[in-house]
């Protein structure tokens, strides 16, 4: 039985998750990273997607008219005067040499005043939107962007988010392979073709930089790969080593998107009289599994109430509750819940807890459709290992995007010049 006073003494009066430490940490460190990260602890639910598919990673054409779409709720629940401006970033995702004015047309900063209180809810918030680009802030050059919101002083961050504006430059084509030697039936590698004929690149050997991500996650992401020959105008990336991903397993999930119906993940629902509380069902280690195919969204998750009409507003937070058998507690490193919720990180307040034979972990969530895996973080690494817990098996479904940035010679900023995403197997 979980101690539920302690519980709820850590949700309700410190208005944070488990693990509480962490949340503090965001309120006392308000350095800037240039990455996903959430400053203040109440501050839930983050998504940045394109109008036009909620399931999109953050990525949009120059001068394309797609638009991005930022949601988040403040627990806290009451109205708060935030505003946004955007940090142009280089290649490796550190801020580049030039000034607001130089890559943003109409305002530098602006005001969120897209807002809704919550309605009939346990766990009150206020829901905050923006688009980007808008009528007063539009981007006039490609590459990376950190999406950032602050209160009042620039500096008193609460929430940072990663963005791609790419132009057309060149095309990719890319395909997956299974690795030769041992890790033939685990790992997937990546080759790729970029064909410069539209650019004008001087020096594609050492002007030209790519990286490759598996489902939007930065930890694991391939940077460095150099092109082995040119064809014509194509540059073929296809070598047989560095360019390789383990595989994984497909995604757990659960479902909480009502909350008048259990569904096949779900253990119990436990109603109290401030707050809705889960119980999934256990979840063993996958290792020695077989692999089993079946359709996933690659570890994302969408906010969604089927209960209500409106979504934003009308969701319940819930608390969910998850349990791992597992014989014995790692000694070398620490379990995590990770995934597209975490931000594919692992953060304190996802981290598991080993007791009664098993690691156990309570978060609190927005009503809707999650994935997650059970990641493994050695000590000392800051890279999570999904392949420990959940078994590694080249046949699993990824999503792969490469990036290819050029900084022309004399040039103060990298361009993004295009973009490929594609699923492997390639096959299937």
């Known amino acids: ?21 962490h949340a503090q940490d965001y309120v006392n460190d308000n350095r800037l990273r240039y990455d996903d990260y959430i400053y203040n602890g109440n501050i839930r639910s983050i998504t940045l997607h394109r109008t036009d598919w909620q399931f999109s990673q953050p990525i949009i054409g120059l001068h394309s008219g797609q638009i991005l779409q930022l949601d988040f709720d403040d627990l806290d629940g009451d109205y708060k005067s935030y505003q946004y401006t955007l940090v142009h970033c280089d290649a490796n995702w550190q801020p580049s040499d030039m000034v607001a004015f130089d890559y943003l047309k109409g305002f530098t900063k602006d005001y969120i005043t897209d807002y809704a209180n919550s309605f009939n809810t346990l766990q009150a918030y206020t829901h905050y939107k ?34 791609m504006v790419y132009e057309n430059k060149v095309s990719i084509r890319a395909w997956e392979t299974q690795p030769i030697g041992s890790q033939r039936n685990t790992s997937q590698e990546i080759k790729f073709s970029v064909n410069i004929s539209r650019a004008q690149i001087t020096d594609p050997f050492h002007g030209l930089q790519i990286v490759v991500t598996q489902n939007g996650r930065y930890d694991n992401e391939i940077t460095g790969l150099t092109p082995q020959f040119v064809a014509d105008t194509a540059l073929q990336y296809d070598a047989d080593y560095g360019n390789i991903f383990d595989g994984g397993n497909e995604f757990r999930s659960f479902d909480i998107t009502s909350l008048r119906q259990i569904t096949d993940n779900i253990d119990r629902f436990v109603p109290h009289t401030k707050f809705e509380e889960v119980d999934l069902k256990h979840n063993k280690p996958r290792t020695k599994e077989a692999y089993a195919t079946f359709t996933d969204i690659d570890g994302q998750f969408l906010i969604e109430d089927k209960d209500d009409d409106n979504t934003d507003i009308n969701s319940q937070y819930v608390v969910v509750h998850f349990f791992m058998p597992c014989d014995s507690a790692f000694t070398t490193g620490n379990v995590y819940v990770f995934g597209a919720l975490t931000d594919w990180q692992c953060k304190p307040e996802y981290r598991m807890n080993y007791d009664s034979g098993g690691y156990n972990a309570t978060i609190y ?11 493994f973080l050695k000590d000392g690494s800051k890279t999570a290992d999904v392949t420990i817990l959940e078994g590694n098996h080249y046949e699993t479904e990824n999503t792969y995007t490469i990036f290819a940035y050029y900084r022309p010679l004399g040039g103060f900023y990298d361009k993004l010049i295009g973009v490929k995403t594609f699923k492997a197997p390639t096959n299937n």
Do not use: C, H
């Not at 039985?1 to 430490?21: C, D, E, R």
């Open 130 to 163: 923006i688009q980007i680009p808008n009528n007063n802030m539009q981007i006039t050059v490609s590459g990376n962007y950190v999406l950032k919101v602050f209160i009042d002083d620039p500096d008193s961050v609460v929430l940072t988010r990663r963005l």
């Open 1 to 21: 039985m979980y101690k539920f006073s302690v519980f709820l003494l850590t949700l309700f009066t410190l208005a944070a998750l488990p693990g509480n430490t």
């Open 365 to 375: 969530a927005k009503q809707g459709y999650y994935e997650y895996d059970y990641a």
